[in-house]
C-alpha cells in the first residue's frame, strides 16, 4: 500500500492538467468552429437568396429546405449552399450565365406549400438541362468551391484567416501543404503577413524576402506571372531555392497579389503531391487569387485607416496595427512633415494631396495662405512644386528610391511663402504614398554655411577645447586640413573632434616646446596665442598658423580655449619667391645702373667735343643728344663730325642703333669707328653706308641702325649725303626759309645683305643751315592746328619763319615740340652751318 501512495498521488496531480488541456482544445475548436461559420455565413445567406429569388419563398422556408436537403442527402449544410450558389456561377468558358435549380429542390419546395408538383417547362427545362449536362460534375464541384471560398476569403479580416480558408480547402482538388501571403515593401522586397501549414518556417526565417531572383515570389511579382512549377531539373536550375523547406513538393503555385493596376504583394502555395494536369482546375486555382487580391488591399486600407483614427488602440481594446506609429512619429518630428497622395489624371501624376500634416507643416500651409485640411504640393509651393518637387516626387513614387533635395530656393513672388526661404527635402515612398520631410533654414543655418564656405575659401579652421573634454571640438574645415595631408586629398573622417595626441604629433619636434609653452601661458596666464609651426605627420611640409584666446568663467578662471588654424604654406610659399624676385630685381637695377654709368662713360667718349668741333674748315658744326632721365636707358643716338682728306673736307655723321643700354652703344662706336675708316679712304657717302651695312649684317646681326653720312667741301660748298632708314636732312636759307633735301632713303643698316646705297649732292650757299635729327613721329601732327599746317615734317621746315635758328638750344627744344618725342625716347640733333 505503501508502494502505490506515490502512483495514486502523482494521478491525481495529473488530473487538474489534463482536464485544463481538454478545456482549452475543446474552447479552441470551439473558436474554430465559430468563426468557419461566420465565414460559412456568406455563402449559406447567397443560397438563401437564390432560393427566395427563383422560388418566391420566404427566408425561412428556403433556410428549411437547405436543412431538409443537407439531411436527406447526408451532405453538409455549407456544401449544398455552395452548390447552390455554385450553379449560378459563370462558367469562364461560357457566354452566358447558368441558371439551374436542382428538380428534386423544387419538388421538396412544392411539397412544402401542399401544392401539387408543376411540371417543368420544356422551353425553359431543356435548355438549362442541356446547359447543365454540358457542365462535369468535376467542374461544377470546382464551381462551387470557388463560390465557398470567395465568400469565406471576402470575410476574413486578416492575413493569416485568409491563408487558412486557402489551405483547408474541401475535396474538390488537393489540400495545399504551405501557404505564404507575402507585401511587397518599397525597395522590391517582400514581408510575409500571413501563413498556413509548414510555411511558418519561412515567416519565421526570412522576416522579409529579398528581391532574389532565384524566389519564385520575386519573379512572379516583377513579371506580374502566374508561375506553376515543378522540381524539375531545369527549374530547380532556375529556382534552387525550391529544394529547400518548405518549397520541396510537387507543385509550386507563385502569383502576385493585384489590386486595379498595382502589385501589393504575392501568394506562394505548394502541394505534397502533384496537381492533376486538368487545365479546369488550375484555372480555378488561379481565380481565387482574385478576391485574394481584392480582401488583401482591403485590409491595408482598413489598417491605413485604422493608423489614423484609431492611433492608440484604444477604441477596439486591442493592439494597433503596424502602422499606427506614423502619426506618432510625424507629430514627434522637429521639422515639418507630411504624408501625401498622388492625384491622377488619365494615369499621370499631376499633383499631391496632403493626407496627413503634422503641426509644423500646418503651419506652412497656413502662413502660405493655404487651407492645411485641403492642402495640396502646387497649392503650397506653386512654382518650386511644378518644377523640382512634383517631378521628383512622382519618381520617387515610381522607382521607391529615396531621395534629398538640397538647396531649393522658394521665392515670396511666386510661391506664396512669406519670405525667400531655403529648402531642403527628404522624400521616400510609402505603400502607394510619399513621406515627406523638409527643413526651412533659418538665418543661422544660412550664416553657418556662410561661415563654412569662407573657411574653405580661406584655409582656416576654428576649434574650441573646453578645458574639461579630453578632446576639442573642430570644425570640418579644420578636419579636413588635418586629414588632407601631403596629396591634398581629403579621406572619409568620423565625427568632428580630434585627440589632443594626434594634434601634437602634427608639430615638427624642433617647433612642439614652444607651442607647448605658449598653449601653457594661454591656459594659466590667459594669455593670446599666436604661432606660426611647421608640420608632422599627416601635414608634413604644411605651414601652420595658431591664433587662440582663453575663455574665462566669472571668477576669472580659463575654462575653454578656442581659436584658429590656417594653413600658411601656400601664402609662405609666395613670400619666398616675392623676395627671390626682389633680390633678383635689386640684382638687376644695380646691373642696369653699371650698365648706364657705361653706356653714359661710352656716350661721352663717342660725341665730339665743342674743340673738336670748332676745327672744321669752312663750317661750323652744332650737336646735341638728349638722354631720357626717367627711363635711366641710354639709346644708341651718337653724331660725329671729323675733317678728312687734304682738301679740308669733313665727314659728318648722325646715327641711332636700335634698342637701349650698353650694348646698343657698344654697336654705335663700332660703327662710328668703322665710319670713320672708311672715309680715310675717300670713299663717297653711299659706298660707306654699302660697306659699314656689309659688316652690321655680318658682325652685329641682333642689331638694326639707322645712319646719314655726309661730306662737306668748303672750296666747292658742296655737301654729298646719303641715308639709310633716316629722315631727309632739312636746308634753311639765311633768310629762315626751309626745304627738305631731296634724294633716295634707303633701309636701315643691318636688315638686307648686299644693300647698295647711293649719292646725293647739293650746293650749299653762304648763311646755310642743314638740320640731321632722329626721333620722333616726323609726319604725325599733335594738334588740330598742326594738321592745318601740314604735320610735325612741315613745322620742322618752318621751323626758321619762328625762331632763331642761330640759337641751337631753340632749334633742339622747337624740334621735340613738333616731333612728338616721348619722354622716354633719345634724341639726336645735329645743325650745320656755312658761314
Known sequence: MADKAPEESGSSSAEPAEALAALVAKLRAELTGVRTAMRNRAVIEQAKGVLVERLGVTPDQGFDQLVRLSQRTNIKLIEVAAAIVGTTSPDP??????????????????????????????????????KRASRTPEVEALQSQ??????????????????????????????????????????????????????????????????????????????????????????????????????????????????????????????????????????????????????????????IASAWFNVAGEDSGQAAPAQVWLPTVVDALHDPAALLSPVQEEGQVVDFRV??????????????????????????????????????????????????????????????????????????????????????????????????????????????????????????????????????????????????????????????LAVQDAVRRTIVEGKQLLAEVRGAGRVNGRRLRLTAEPIHDDTGNVTAVRGTVQDVTEERAIEARLRRAEEALAAQRHRLADERRAAEALQKALLPTDPELGHLEGVEICGRCRSPERVGTIDGDWFDATPVGPDGSSILVLGDVDERGLSSMTTAARLRYAVRAYAMLDMPPGDILTAVNTMLCQMETEHTACLIVARYNPQTRELRWAAAGQVAPIRYAADGRGEVLSGPLGLPLGEVDQMRYTDTAVTLAPGDRVLFYTGGNAGVPRTRSDRRRGGGLELVRRAGETIDMSNFDAVVDHLMTVLNVPEDEDVCAMLVHVP
Open 93 to 130: 468558358n461560357a457566354p452566358d450565365v447558368v441558371n439551374l435549380i436542382d428538380d428534386e429542390l423544387r419538388q421538396h419546395v412544392a411539397l412544402a406549400r401542399g401544392k401539387k408538383p408543376e411540371k417543368p417547362d420544356s422551353s425553359v427545362v431543356l435548355p438549362q438541362a442541356r
Open 146 to 303: 470557388h463560390q465557398l471560398l470567395s465568400a469565406r476569403i471576402a470575410a476574413a479580416r486578416s492575413y493569416d484567416e485568409i491563408c487558412d480558408v486557402l489551405g483547408t480547402a474541401p475535396t474538390a482538388w488537393p489540400a495545399p501543404t504551405a501557404v505564404l501571403l507575402t507585401l511587397l515593401d518599397p525597395d522590391g522586397a517582400q514581408r510575409g503577413v500571413g501563413t498556413f501549414g509548414v510555411a511558418g518556417e519561412v515567416r519565421t526565417q526570412w522576416s522579409r524576402i529579398p528581391p532574389d531572383p532565384g524566389l519564385p515570389l520575386v519573379v512572379a511579382a516583377q513579371d506580374v506571372e502566374t508561375l506553376w512549377l515543378a522540381p524539375e531539373p531545369d527549374t530547380r536550375r532556375r529556382f534552387p531555392v525550391l529544394g529547400q523547406p518548405p518549397f520541396g513538393g510537387e507543385t509550386l503555385l507563385a502569383s502576385p497579389l493585384i489590386s486595379g493596376e498595382r502589385v501589393i504583394g504575392g501568394i506562394l502555395m505548394t502541394w505534397a503531391e502533384a496537381l492533376p494536369e486538368a487545365e479546369e482546375l488550375r484555372r480555378y486555382v488561379a481565380a481565387l487569387l482574385e478576391p485574394v487580391g481584392r480582401q488583401v488591399d482591403t485590409l491595408i486600407r482598413d489598417e
Open 355 to 512: 493626407e496627413y500634416a503634422n503641426g509644423l507643416a500646418r503651419q506652412i500651409f497656413s502662413g502660405a495662405r493655404v487651407d492645411p485640411d485641403e492642402a495640396t504640393l502646387l497649392a503650397a509651393y506653386p512654382a518650386l512644386g511644378s518644377s523640382t518637387l512634383l517631378p521628383e516626387f512622382a519618381r520617387v513614387l515610381q522607382d521607391g528610391q529615396p531621395r534629398r533635395l538640397d538647396g531649393l530656393r522658394a521665392d515670396p513672388r511666386t510661391d506664396g511663402v512669406p519670405g525667400p526661404q531655403t529648402l531642403s527635402v527628404h522624400v521616400v515612398r510609402l505603400w502607394d504614398r510619399v513621406f515627406a520631410v523638409w527643413r526651412v533654414a533659418t538665418e543661422a543655418d544660412l550664416l553657418y554655411d556662410q561661415l563654412l564656405q569662407a573657411e574653405r575659401i580661406a584655409g582656416i579652421g576654428s576649434f574650441c577645447w573646453e578645458l574639461r573634454d579630453p578632446e576639442p571640438r573642430c570644425s570640418p574645415e579644420l578636419v579636413a586640413l588635418f586629414h588632407r595631408g601631403q596629396g591634398g586629398r581629403e579621406p572619409a573622417r568620423d565625427g568632428s573632434r580630434i585627440p589632443v595626441a594626434e594634434l601634437a604629433a602634427s608639430v615638427h619636434p624642433d617647433d612642439l
